[in-house]
């Protein structure tokens, strides 16, 4: 299907005087006569690749680049066809979307202008006050705008006017407090107001103006596209409209010059009417790392990769070596996950390319052709004013050592240049070659590591009953739940449990393919009421909307886990909760990841249970265990008897026809026969068939009367006037889960003096 051009036109002259006049038409990405093309969103092909990226890919269109005061602009010559006099023939011409040359061909059509959004005045102080003070480019004010963040929040606050100055910064805040956006505005300023000069046509690839490693695949695409959405070109002033309509006295507050425009597009706020300015695009492990060299082939200013894939990438491509040698930002989000992810060498090895190379500590060229390449980018560079300037370092974390903190701070760090490989992050961190003599160190991160909108609470049950109370939780508090374990292998054994009980789960862990990942991810976020079973991959960074519950099934291995994993909730100043599911053997380690966040294992509330209702759940769950291991039980025989067949087969052997072989033929696989199977099959069914009536039975809290709503101890009828009663367990109200909790009582510290004074039964 393509999209029929259209532009809406103000005629500025009389019709008949229609052949003198040049037409000019501002066109932006939206009017373009894209085609639609199925491009699977969960492969993350929309994040990083664009915009500026395909735009030379549209049919018939050609794309002119012009540089503006407000940074580099692009047009399109449009093959359209024209209409001509009543009647007659439609023929196919060129016309220019913006006109600077002589009259052409155009030069018959009437002017017809449009007002683009970006041209129009976007009065800061006005609309966005609290944002008027960091002079962001107008681009990045009037996205701030549209999206709504009308206030930064304190770390933007306190980093971007920092880094916008050119210091390098460390910046520690709580999860969810919007620090993509702490270092990436300042990034996309410099990269929007510098933009200027063209580069020469020589070098068709942008030099790549700012490196930000991630440490999951996930973490850097939702990176790229949160800082792609910074460069939409936005019509303000429908946003303004539909928030003066939802905000009446707005308008009088914010009085603007600008035109009422009749429709708002669906969501009213960022319609994209031209292309970005700047590229951002992501190179990850999992996608296909040729569509991502051909990405690089045509350059991007900002480049968000996780260490693995950049490293490979890099290997074969000297360019982008050269890139990071030149990089004007270097950015670590997530800097400490990064080790943990067993990337330690691949980002030791990046980090030495972005040291500095003073005359008598210059690092050997490691890349065919660097010197030559060395020369002509100087020269490039002198000639638009860049490299002069120097690498910037940002490293943004939740949580970073007070340690490292000190360390970064210090001048005396060790050498750079030692061949010796880091060996802790801390090592690898003090290698970062600050350029700044004193880098700022700012640490927001809340006492104890908790969110203050976020309710935490436990529940103390033995190892074999977290799946029932799992369950209970899941019906209980109905919502999107996000429930960590540390093992693949526990996922694999919940999952089929899940389906089985029917709640809608899907897998997130390092084991599945990307595609399978960032599809699932897609799936959790579009589905209020669903579950993501997730190792610690899913712990850092994330940023989905809504997470109602973040469910510890296997505690956090360390106190920064346990923040981050915490951190999926309670994100932007919004509610959240936590659960710890603690087995015996686990209080031990709960205790000390809490002490090593100052904070005491009593503190941490219980969560109520109806206890009756609990027991009829383990009934659904037992029965769910069994099918499960009886299926398994079903695969692995089939799969042993085909590996056995093909085994066989190569071997030239015959198999006894019955396949009821002895032990002693297969070794220690016993096969079983046909019969056996028949009824390992049949045994399934009827169990399945026994689930199924049992989840179709209501969950009744002990003291309701079903036969008679109003008697019974429990009386249901009021809630059900009032709509709070709950679906799943007839008898309980409809709460939050955050309403469910039960303090822990402190511990009663006995006073000495209350021992003196206790004189025993006698007195
Ligand atoms: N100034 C702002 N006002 C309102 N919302 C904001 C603002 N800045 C960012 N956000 C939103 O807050 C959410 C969290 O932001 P972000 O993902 O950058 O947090 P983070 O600090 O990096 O979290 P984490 O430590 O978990 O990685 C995002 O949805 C983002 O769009």
């Given at each position: 299907m393509?999209?029929?051009?259209?532009?809406?036109?103000?005629?500025?002259?009389?019709?008949?005087?229609?052949r003198?006049?040049?037409?000019?038409?501002?066109?932006?990405?939206?009017?373009?006569?894209?085609?639609?093309?199925?491009?699977?969103?969960?492969?993350?092909?929309?994040?990083?690749?664009?915009?500026?990226?395909?735009?030379?890919?549209?049919?018939?269109?050609?794309?002119?680049?012009?540089?503006?005061?407000?940074?580099?602009i692009i047009?399109?010559?449009?093959?359209e066809?024209?209409?001509t006099?009543?009647?007659?023939?439609?023929?196919?011409?060129?016309?220019?979307?913006?006109?600077?040359?002589?009259?052409?061909?155009?030069?018959?059509?009437?002017?017809?202008?449009?007002?683009?959004?970006?041209?129009?005045?976007?009065?800061?102080?006005?609309?966005?006050?609290?944002?008027?003070?960091?002079?962001l480019?107008?681009?990045?004010?009037?996205?701030?705008?549209?999206?709504?963040?009308?206030?930064?929040?304190?770390?933007?606050?306190?980093?971007?006017?920092?880094?916008?100055?050119?210091?390098?910064?460390?910046?520690?805040?709580?999860?969810?407090?919007?620090?993509?956006?702490?270092?990436?505005?300042?990034?996309?300023?410099?990269i929007?107001t510098?933009?200027?000069?063209?580069?020469?046509?020589?070098?068709?690839r942008?030099?790549?103006?700012?490196?930000?490693?991630a440490?999951?695949?996930?973490?850097?695409?939702?990176v790229?596209?949160?800082?792609?959405?910074?460069?939409n070109?936005?019509?303000?002033?429908?946003?303004?409209?539909?928030?003066?309509?939802?905000?009446?006295d707005?308008?009088?507050?914010?009085?603007?010059?600008?035109?009422?425009?009749?429709?708002?597009?669906?969501?009213?706020?960022?319609?994209?009417?031209?292309?970005?300015?700047?590229?951002?695009?992501?190179?990850?492990?999992g996608?296909?790392?040729?569509?991502?060299?051909?990405?690089?082939?045509?350059?991007?200013?900002?480049?968000?990769?996780?260490?693995?894939?950049?490293?490979?990438?890099?290997?074969?491509?000297?360019?982008?070596?050269?890139?990071?040698?030149?990089?004007?930002?270097?950015?670590?989000?997530e800097a400490?996950?990064?080790?943990?992810?067993g990337?330690?060498?691949?980002?030791?090895?990046?980090?030495?390319?972005?040291l500095?190379?003073?005359?008598?500590?210059?690092?050997?060229?490691?890349?065919?052709?660097?010197?030559?390449?060395?020369?002509?980018?100087?020269d490039?560079?002198?000639?638009?004013?860049?490299?002069?300037?120097?690498?910037?370092t940002?490293?943004?974390?939740?949580?970073?050592?007070?340690?490292?903190?000190?360390?970064?701070?210090?001048r005396?760090?060790?050498?750079?240049?030692?061949?010796?490989?880091?060996?802790?992050?801390?090592?690898?961190?003090?290698?970062?070659?600050?350029?700044d003599?004193?880098?700022?160190?700012?640490?927001?991160?809340?006492?104890?590591g908790?969110?203050s909108?976020?309710?935490e609470s436990?529940?103390?049950?033995l190892?074999?009953?977290?799946?029932?109370?799992l369950?209970?939780?899941?019906?209980?508090?109905?919502?999107?739940?996000?429930?960590?374990?540390?093992?693949i292998?526990?996922?694999?054994?919940?999952?089929?449990?899940m389906?089985?009980?029917?709640?809608?789960?899907?897998?997130?862990?390092?084991q599945?393919?990307?595609?399978?990942?960032?599809?699932?991810?897609?799936?959790?976020?579009?589905?209020?009421?669903s579950?993501?079973?997730a190792?610690?991959?899913?712990?850092?960074?994330?940023?989905?909307?809504?997470?109602?519950?973040?469910?510890?099934?296997?505690?956090?291995?360390?106190?920064?886990?346990?923040v981050?994993?915490?951190?999926?909730?309670?994100?932007?100043m919004?509610?959240?909760?936590?659960?710890?599911?603690?087995?015996?053997?686990?209080?031990?380690?709960?205790?000390?990841?809490?002490?090593?966040?100052g904070?005491?294992?009593?503190?941490?509330?219980?969560?109520?249970?109806?206890?009756?209702?609990?027991?009829?759940?383990?009934a659904?769950i037992?029965?769910?265990?069994?099918i499960?291991?009886?299926?398994?039980?079903?695969?692995?025989?089939?799969?042993?008897?085909?590996?056995?067949k093909?085994?066989?087969?190569?071997?030239?052997?015959?198999?006894?026809?019955?396949i009821?072989?002895?032990?002693?033929?297969?070794?220690?696989?016993?096969?079983?026969?046909?019969?056996?199977?028949?009824?390992?099959n049949?045994?399934?069914a009827?169990?399945?068939?026994?689930?199924?009536e049992l989840?179709?039975?209501p969950?009744?809290?002990?003291?309701?009367?079903?036969?008679?709503?109003?008697?019974?101890?429990?009386?249901?009828?009021?809630?059900?006037?009032?709509?709070?009663?709950?679906?799943?367990?007839?008898?309980?109200?409809?709460?939050?889960?955050?309403?469910?909790?039960?303090?822990?009582?402190?511990r009663?510290v006995?006073k000495?003096?209350?021992?003196?004074?206790?004189?025993?039964f006698?007195?």
């Open positions: 393509v999209a029929q051009l259209k532009t809406k036109r103000k005629a500025k002259a009389p019709l008949q005087d229609a003198k006049k040049t037409k000019t038409r501002h066109l932006s990405a939206g009017d373009l006569p894209w085609k639609t093309v199925s491009k699977a969103h969960e492969a993350g092909l929309d994040a990083g690749l664009e915009g500026i990226m395909e735009l030379e890919e549209v049919e018939g269109v050609e794309v002119v680049y012009e540089e503006t005061d407000a940074g580099r047009k399109f010559n449009i093959t066809d024209e209409p006099k009543k009647g007659a023939k439609k023929t196919a011409q060129p016309h220019n979307v913006e006109t600077k040359a002589g009259p052409s061909r155009a030069s018959v059509e009437p002017t017809v202008t449009e007002e683009r959004p970006e041209e129009r005045p976007f009065d800061v102080k006005a609309l966005l006050p609290a944002w008027h003070q960091f002079s480019h107008p681009q990045l004010n009037r996205v701030l705008y549209a999206q709504r963040f009308l206030i930064p929040t304190p770390i933007q606050a306190k980093a971007i006017p920092i880094a916008t100055k050119g210091k390098d910064v460390v910046g520690i805040a709580e999860t969810g407090s919007g620090k993509t956006l702490a270092y990436g505005l300042p990034i996309l300023h410099y929007l510098q933009a200027k000069v063209e580069p020469p046509a020589q070098r068709q942008r030099p790549m103006r700012a490196l930000i490693l440490p999951t695949r996930e973490l850097a695409l939702q790229s596209s949160h800082l792609n959405a910074c460069l070109n936005v019509d303000v002033f429908s946003v303004k409209m539909k928030r003066e309509e939802e905000e009446p707005l308008g009088s507050r914010l009085k603007s010059k600008g035109k009422s425009k009749a429709k708002l597009d669906s969501e009213g706020l960022s319609k994209a009417r031209s292309p970005p300015l700047v590229s951002v695009a992501a190179i990850v492990g996608m296909s790392a040729q569509k991502q060299r051909r990405i690089l082939d045509r350059g991007v200013d900002v480049l968000v990769a996780t260490p693995g894939r950049l490293w490979d990438i890099m290997q074969e491509d000297e360019d982008l070596a050269y890139d990071i040698k030149h990089l004007r930002f270097l950015v670590l989000d400490d996950r990064m080790i943990e992810n990337h330690f060498a691949e980002l030791d090895n990046i980090i030495r390319l972005t500095k190379q003073s005359e008598d500590e210059a690092i050997e060229p490691e890349f065919e052709h660097d010197e030559d390449r060395n020369t002509v980018a100087k490039l560079a002198d000639e638009q004013g860049e490299m002069k300037e120097e690498l910037q940002l490293v943004f974390s939740a949580t970073l050592s007070k340690d490292l903190q000190r360390n970064l701070k210090k005396s760090r060790p050498s750079r240049k030692s061949s010796k490989p880091a060996s802790t992050l801390d090592d690898l961190l003090l290698r970062l070659d600050f350029r003599p004193n880098p700022e160190v700012i640490d927001l991160s809340p006492e104890g908790v969110v909108t976020l309710r436990r529940i103390d049950c190892t074999n009953d977290k799946d029932a109370h369950y209970y939780f899941l019906l209980r508090y109905p919502g999107r739940s996000l429930i960590f374990l540390s093992s292998d526990g996922i694999r054994r919940l999952m089929p449990l389906e089985l009980l029917q709640l809608k789960a899907f897998p997130l862990h390092s599945l393919e990307q595609r399978q990942r960032l599809k699932n991810l897609d799936r959790f976020k579009s589905m209020p009421n579950i993501l079973l190792t610690d991959i899913a712990a850092r960074g994330l940023d989905i909307p809504a997470v109602d519950h973040v469910v510890h099934y296997q505690i956090p291995r360390t106190a920064d886990v346990y981050h994993r915490n951190g999926r909730t309670a994100r932007a919004r509610g959240g909760f936590s659960l710890l599911m603690i087995a015996p053997d686990e209080r031990r380690i709960v205790r000390a990841l809490l002490g090593s966040l904070r005491q294992e009593e503190e941490i509330p219980d969560m109520s249970i109806e206890l009756y209702l609990l027991d009829k759940l383990k659904r037992q029965l769910a265990r069994e499960d291991s009886l299926q398994h039980k079903i695969r692995k025989e089939k799969h042993e008897k085909n590996w056995l093909e085994a066989a087969e190569a071997m030239d052997i015959e198999l006894d026809s019955g009821g072989l002895s032990d002693d033929d297969v070794g220690t696989v016993a096969m079983p026969s046909k019969r056996q199977r028949k009824t390992a049949a045994k399934t009827a169990l399945k068939a026994e689930l199924k989840l179709a039975q969950l009744v809290a002990r003291g309701v009367s079903t036969r008679y709503i109003t008697s019974g101890s429990r009386s249901i009828v009021d809630d059900m006037i009032k709509g709070k009663y709950h679906e799943n367990m007839l008898g309980l109200k409809k709460t939050q889960a955050g309403q469910d909790i039960i303090s822990r009582k402190p009663e006995v000495k003096e209350e021992y003196e004074e206790w004189g025993g006698d007195t």
